[in-house]
Nanobody, 125 residues
Framework: VQLQASGGGLVQAGGSLRVSCLAS????????MGWFRQAPGKEREFVAG????????YYADSVKGRFTISRDNAKNTMYLQMNSLKPEDTAVYYC???????????????????WGQGTLVTVSS
């Protein structure tokens, strides 16, 4: 599946931003989806994951309670609503898709097959 992330930008600390991931093809609902981020000089890290149906969601401890992952299978789109943003949330955010396995277990980049190009989120202090 081809993925295209969008919606990044510059926001002040404490603000909100929503990034989106549009998937191509007709089988979006068969993919476990996730958001990862990579800050300069750091490894890519798991942010949030969502099951195929969208019922089950999973978060990194660093974003729990502030970020919300969701998906609309009819629109082939996944979202990440980010609230109470902090300067340490500054990173390139990537969406990813996995054709196998369970969302609950998918927290490593190597477990995902397809990646979007990334969208930059910058949080100013």
């Amino acid at each position: 599946v081809q993925l295209q992330a969008s919606g990044g930008g510059l926001v002040q600390a404490g603000g909100s931003l929503r990034v989106s991931c549009l998937a191509s093809g007709r089988t979006f609902s068969t993919y476990v989806m996730g958001w990862f981020r990579q800050a300069p000089g750091k490894e890519r890290e798991f942010v949030a994951g969502i099951s195929r149906s969208g019922i089950n969601t999973y978060y990194a401890d660093s974003v729990k309670g502030r970020f919300t992952i969701s998906r609309d299978n009819a629109k082939n789109t996944m979202y990440l609503q980010m609230n109470s943003l902090k300067p340490e949330d500054t990173a390139v955010y990537y969406c990813a898709a996995s054709s196998s396995g369970l969302a609950s277990a998918h927290r490593l980049p190597s477990q995902y097959n397809d990646w979007g190009q990334g969208t930059l989120v910058t949080v100013s202090s």
